[in-house]
């Protein structure tokens, strides 16, 4: 009969050291998903610097890209007023 209840015994401390492991396992998994989250968000916070950094630099080659439209617009206006200037005085 000992053979028994030590059988018995094992199977409880077997069960009673699973939890614990399971406990402990819990306790791990949620401490990773917490420094997860942590470099996540740093991570989203870098990616953010970055796009606002790149939208700005973007920004500023489109309003250079327009000026530089405009000045050539108004270079080929006084191109052709010249132009026609130069024809009115070689007719005459």
Not at 15 to 37: D, H, K, T, Y
Not at 66 to 80: A, F, G, H, S
Request: avoid cysteine; hydrophobic fraction near 35%; charged fraction near 35%.
């Amino acid at each position: 009969m000992p053979k028994k209840s030590k059988q018995r015994a094992e199977p409880k401390a077997t069960l009673s050291s699973l939890a614990r492991g399971v406990s402990l396992l819990r306790s791990e998994v949620r401490i990773s998903n917490q420094e997860l989250q942590t470099r996540l968000t740093q991570l989203q916070d870098e990616m953010r610097t970055g796009f606002d950094q790149l939208y700005r630099h973007i920004d500023g080659f489109v309003k250079l890209h327009e000026t530089l439209d405009i000045e050539m617009r108004v270079l080929k206006e006084q191109m052709n007023r010249l132009e026609e200037r130069v024809k009115r005085l070689e007719a005459s």
